[in-house]
């Protein structure tokens, strides 16, 4: 069951929704989530767009500076 002052706030976004991104790293949470994204695009008729998110590596071996990014520097991380 929905909080009533919840439920009216979502009332009051739905004409407004055409798009819902939905962020999911596929634990337990996220599959909720995605449940409740799907449901509240149904009710809106909105879009989804459904983002796979994973934790970062804790290597600097795989870390590129954006600025470092000119032809010929940095290859090796570019085809990765």
Known sequence: ????IRNGVLKALIPGLKLI???TDCSDHGRISI???IRLAQESNAAIKLIC??????????LVNASELEE?????????
């Open 1 to 4: 069951m929905v909080h009533p």
């Open 72 to 80: 010929g520097k940095n290859a090796r991380a570019c085809k990765k």
């Open 21 to 23: 991104l939905i962020p």
């Open 53 to 62: 998110v994973q934790e970062s590596f804790d290597s600097d071996e795989n």
């Open 35 to 37: 449940k409740y994204g």
